[in-house]
Structures are given as structure tokens and as C-alpha cells.
């Protein structure tokens, strides 16, 4: 018996050939871009699981009166928490940011890297988190200079070597000092929130020596936000308990009142929470992955969809064998099994080429994300039986409805030609299209916002020019007593050269981070709780501003003598007009006369910067302070147009005269701002490909149906044609109510999108409106993708000639 039904099975395969390759293919479109998207949702929610203490792993993070929390707290509170509670079973600490510089091998080759994806940590930091380690042991990080390598890291520096022993120079804002490899780890894994190449030792920063005057590095200070902080809590310990004890331990110690609170986030669910302005290397957004996943979900609906149609479309031309078989004997149940069987055939035969598509499309999706995902990605988490289950329940479902439907007709009507007169399902059939059609637009219209928001961001007015800056990080290696001298020589020769329009010096750049946010600024007519709004600083050369081409609203710049100023004795700043803003200021001359205070410090306000975007449009304007110093941590000049390779080939060649030792490491300021768009830019991607995917699924079900419209329709047409019926009346006749069909998922569509797209927009502090021509452009499309669609059989038919068309059964 399944001998027969298989061979009946194959044979109605090959038979309606059209409809069983329109079938497997959009099955295996759905299922292939179910799999694709089911890989990348797996991948993030796997991040941070494999720690083997992660149920009770949290992350200290500061919240401050309006709800803004951040990842970066002042490391004492460790080992002060550490001692007052016996919750906690033991607690690690990290600092990334500040460990950046420039790392060197000791060796005849004297070959440096400047190295960003660096930290200072705990020496309990391989065993605290389950980082393998390949050579060494996890206590040997807890003594001084000391550096554990990655295994890509010991290959880069050290070649086929073995690396344990030898030594590893760092030179950053603590001057050059030699750190001994003894360990070496295996890469940190791409579904990690912690990855780094290096990992020196933090106990070196506990020697006071260390430090060179940067006191604020101490790791027992409870005044500097510079480090991330991890707890291991007892079984058992309440996170919202414990929160409060720290918050009261830190109101009772720290002689800041600036309303910030503890507050503990458990490490499990890092990846995913809300973006948080903090310095680990990735972090998820739970929205985007529930987005996809739903978009996944979808796809996979319009090719089970596609499945339905043409089943219950083409059930009809079986409906003689199903009345036959009836009529010889066959029970329901029996002819259920039949077409179940055939259901689960033709799904299976999607499945396997949804996997030679997932294997052939792979490396271009892997790409449009960036990610290195595989089917193995699957496996990291219970996503994957979930995703099957989804698989087996639809295709089960599509085919149990087709099985029933085509098993449910009447012999005695089947056997008198009557079914096509009284067969059910056309408005079913309208619906699924419609359905279909309605995912597909609404897909194509968060596509066109998407890309748009993007195109609004990239060609924003930022308040600056940043055409042809370049930027030079600044040295590392070298800062001795000819360090002053080697640097003016180098400003002097870089300003005879006739392709700098303009240079500068500062510690922070536009497009990058600020070099720290600080709150305690109140005027003579502040209001209570003003002293907790907080600030960004900016530190500047006196020529920053004229080399960003950032306008002053109000006063003076710096002058270059203020800018020498130590620290601790400037009294003078320069704020933007959100900062006076927020500051209660009326106007920026009210701002100019009067003096601020800062803590127990008083400044006065000599000029007020024209706001601008010194980071990314998907948020407001800070608040910032601009503080006078001739800080080296960055060097940037504004190059003539033409000849790009050949400007930055001098600059690196005058660098390296001057600055031995350190590499030349340079971008473009209008590049590093696009950056900050990365994921807009996946996102966009990924929407511009579903929508395809869908459309072309939806068209294929669309080509199957005016395919089956046209053949039960062959004798009508060739009636038409022998009264003078056009082509173009017989194709308007043919393709009208199919094109109904998508002018009513249109106007389904259009309000779904519009909520949807709306929402997401409110995420950012700078956004487009949605306008009507979004909804007209999206509409047009699939209109005409339809029409093309069914155009194409309406016209092949209209063109047929109209005596074998009466000849037709």
C-alpha cells in the first residue's frame, strides 16, 4: 500500500510539473530563509551562556536620577562590597578603555601594534569566567606585570615561537612597561560580550608607581568611573535586595551626591537587554532579534500559503480519482492518508533543497551580518527544536487542510462533472493571496523607512565640516625628555606642507566617544536636584574648533597660553548651547557673565559653541563641556581634496621620523561617522532581502494561480476571441481580480507598516516623518510585480489561437 501510494505520489509530481516546481520551491524558499534567520536568532541568544556560573553572575551597573544607566563604576566599591556583605562569593574587575596603546615584542624586529581590543583585568579573571586557557595557570594573572595572549594574538607577535616567557612592551597613558606572556588562551568566542586579544594583568596598576601621577587609576578609589564589575552571588541571594544594600552602602561612602544608584544586571541577560553606554565589545537588542525572528516566521507562512493555493487550486483536476476511488471502496481516511502522504513528500523535497540554498547562500548572509553563523549555530540553544517544531506543525497543518479538503468531495457531483460548479475555497484561495501579498508590502515599506532613516542620518547637517579630516592617533612609544621638542618639529614641518588646510590637537574627535561625563555644575539660579544633571567633557587645543569648522554662538575661543594651564589650575571653559541649556542659562550672554561652579571650583564660561552632532544622530545633542589642554591623544588635519594616497604615504613618513617606534595609525572622520551606522546598515540589508525573498515567494504562488485561471478558463477565452474580443480586454479580464487582490493587501499593509515603522523611529532623537509617497512607491511596486506576474499568462493565453482553445477539454 505505501509501495502504491509513493508511486502515485511521484507520478502527480511529474505529471502537473508547473505546479509541483512552483510548490517545492517556495517551500524551500521559506524554509531556507527560516533556517537563515533562525541561525542568526540562535547566535545571539546564545551569548554569555557557556560561563559555567552564569545563573548567578551579575554586572554592577550605575543608574542615575532619570534612568540612564551605565557599565562603568568606580573600582573600590569591589573590595568594600566584598568585605560588608556575605552575599557575595567573589567579584572580578576589568578596565578595557584605558589599557588601549600601542604593544611592541621585544626583538630585533622592534615590530609595535596599536591595539584597541585590550584590558587591564582581575587575577581571578580565567577562572571567575570560563575562558579556556591553552598554556598556563588562570592565578598566574594576579601578579604584576604579567600578559595573557590570545592564541591568534601569540601567532601574530610571536610567529611559530612559543610564547610563554617572553616579553611584551605596553605603551600607553602609563608610560611603556615590559608585561611577561604566561598564559595563553584560546580566542574568545564570536558569541561572547568579553573578547579580547590581550589581557594584562590589573594587579600591576595596584603598584602606586604604576599609576605615573594618574591617580584617578587607582583601584581603590570610589571617585573615577573607569571599570566594569562583575559579582558571584551566593545561591539563593535576591538581586533587587541585594541592589538596595549596595546603593545604601554607596550613599553612606561617597562623598558624590549625585543621586546615581546600584544597580545589578544578571550577566545571562546582558546581550539582549537594552543598549547600555558601556564599553563591552557587542551588545544585542532583544527588539531586533524578535523582529527577525517574526520575519522569519512569515516568509516561512507565505510558502506554506503557496502550498495551500495550489493544492486546493489543482485538487480540482483530481477531483475524478478521489470520486473513482470512493466509489471502488476507498474510505476518507484512506484517501487522507494518500494526499497526507504526498503533503509530507512535497514538504520533505522542499526541505532538502531549503538546505543546498542555505548552503549556497551561507557566505552571503554571514556577510550581510557580519557574523560567522553555520546550521552548527543552531545548536548553540533550544532555538533549533523550536524552529523544527514550527517546521513539522506547519507542514503538517498545510498538509491536513489540503488532505481533507481534496478527500471531503462527493462522489455521486465528482462523477457527474458537477464539482466545478459547487467547489468551495475561492474566497480561501483570495484570502491567502491577499495574506501573502499584505507581508510582503509591509515588509517592502519598513525597507524604504528603513533606508531612508539611514539616508537621513548619513546626510544630516552635523554642525561641522568633515570633508578630507584626517585623523592620527597620537604617540605612545617615546615620551621622554626630547618628547616636546620632537613633537613642535613635527607641527612645524607638517604646517609647511601645502596639503594641510588646517591641524589640531585634542583628546577626543567627533564620531568617537567623549573623554568622560561628569555631573556636580550648578549657577548662582540652579534649582535643587540641578547638581545630578550630567555633563560630557571634551577636552581641546585652541585650534580644535576652527579645524571642525564649529561655530561659536557667543565669546572667544581658547587661547593657545590657556591651554597650557595645568589641570587643576584652569578656570576657564567653553560649553555648547545645550550644556547653558540645561545649566537654566536664558541666553548665552546671561551665560558669559556669570560663573559656574563645579564641585568646590569655580569656572567661567568664555565662549559658547553652536551645537553640533559629536556623535550619532540616534541621539540628542549632549550636553558638553569643552576644557582647555593640549591633549595628544588625537591629531587631526584637514587635507586638500585630490591625491589621497599620496598625502597620507608623507604624513606617514614624517610621523615615523619623529615618532619612532609607533605605528601610523590613521581614519577619516566622515568614515568613522558612518560607522556608527554599522547596524542601521545590516538591518536595511537584511529588510531589502526578506522583501525580495518574500515577494518572489508570493509571485511564484500568484504565477501557479493565473496559470490554473488561464487553463480552467481556456474555453471562456477562446469564445471571447471568436466574438472580437483584444488581447488587451481578454489580459484586463484575466489579471482584474488578482490585481484587486493586492490593492486590498495594500490598504492591509499600509496601517501595520505605518505603526510598526513608527515605533521603531521613536528610538531615535533625530528621525523622518513618514510621508504618503512611501505607501504610493510600495503599492506601485507591488502592483506592478503583480501585474507582471500575472500578465505574463494572461497575455500568453490572449495570444493563443482561439480554435485549439475550443477544442480544449
Known sequence: MLHNYLKIAFRNLLRHKVYSFINIAGLAMGISAFLLILQYVSHEKSFNQFHTNLPDMYRLLNEDPKGVTWGEVEPGWASRAKQRFPDIQSYCRFADGMAQGIVKKEGPTNESFRETNISYAEGNFFSFFSFPLKSGQPTSLAKPNVVFVSETSAKKYFGTENPMGKVLTLSNQFGTMPFTVQGI??????????????????????????????????????????????????????????????????NELSKENDGVRFRLQAFKNTHLSASLNDTLQTLGNLKYVYMLGGIAFLILIIGWFNYVNLSTANSLKRANEVGVRKVIGATQWHLVKQFLGESMLVNLLGFVLALVLVSALQPFFNELLDKPLSLKTLGY??????????????????????????????????????????????????????????????????????????????????????????????????????????????????????????????????????????????????????????????????????????????????????????????????MNERAIQQLGFTSAEQALRTKIKWDERYLEIIGVVKDYHHTSLQKAIDPIIFYPQNNNAYFTVRLTADRMPEKIASLNKLYKTYFTGNPFDYFFVDENFNKLYVSEQQYSRIFTTASLWAIFIACLGLFGLATFTVESRTKEIGIRKVLGASVASITALLSKDFLLLVLLAILIASPIAYYFMDKWLQDFAYRISISWWVFAVAGSLAVLIAFLT????????????PVKSLKSE
Open 185 to 250: 588562551y584560546a580566542d574568545m568566542p564570536a558569541n561572547s560580550d568579553i573578547r579580547y586579544d590581550l589581557v594584562f594583568s590589573l594587579e600591576t596598576l595596584k603598584i602606586s608607581a604604576n599609576l605615573v601621577g594618574n591617580g584617578w587609576a587607582d583601584t581603590e578609589n570610589i571617585d573615577s568611573q573607569y571599570i566594569n564589575m562583575f559579582f558571584l552571588l551566593n545561591k539563593g541571594v535576591n538581586p533587587s535586595a541585594f541592589e538596595a544594600k549596595l546603593t545604601a552602602m554607596r
Open 381 to 574: 540553544t533550544p532555538v533549533w527544536i523550536w524552529g523544527l517544531a514550527v517546521v513539522l506543525i506547519g507542514s503538517l497543518a498545510s498538509g491536513a487542510y489540503t488532505a481533507f479538503a481534496l478527500s471531503n468531495f462527493n462522489p455521486i457531483k465528482t462523477m457527474k462533472g458537477q464539482l466545478n460548479k459547487t467547489a468551495k475555497g475561492v474566497f480561501l484561495r483570495k484570502s491567502l493571496v491577499v495574506v501573502q501579498f499584505s507581508i510582503s508590502i509591509t515588509l517592502v515599506l519598513a525597507t524604504i523607512v528603513i533606508y531612508n532613516q539611514l539616508n537621513f542620518m548619513q546626510s544630516q547637517n552635523l554642525g561641522m565640516n568633515t570633508q578630507q579630516l584626517l585623523v592620527i592617533r597620537g604617540p605612545e612609544i617615546g615620551k621622554d625628555s626630547t618628547y616636546a621638542a620632537r613633537k613642535n618639529a613635527f607641527w612645524n614641518e607638517l604646517t609647511q606642507q601645502s596639503f594641510i588646510k588646517d591641524y589640531c590637537t585634542s583628546g577626543t574627535i567627533p564620531s568617537g566617544w567623549y573623554n568622560f561625563s561628569t555631573a556636580g555644575f550648578t549657577q548662582p539660579n540652579s534649582k535643587s536636584g540641578d547638581e545630578f544633571k550630567t555633563y560630557s567633557f571634551a577636552i581641546i587645543g585652541e585650534r580644535f574648533l576652527k579645524t571642525y569648522e564649529i561655530g561659536l554662538k557667543a565669546g572667544r575661543n581658547f587661547t593657545a597660553e590657556e591651554c597650557k594651564v595645568e589641570w587643576n589650575q584652569n578656570s576657564k571653559v567653553l
Open 790 to 801: 500575472v500578465g505574463f499568462q494572461s497575455i500568453k493565453a490572449a495570444l493563443m489561437n
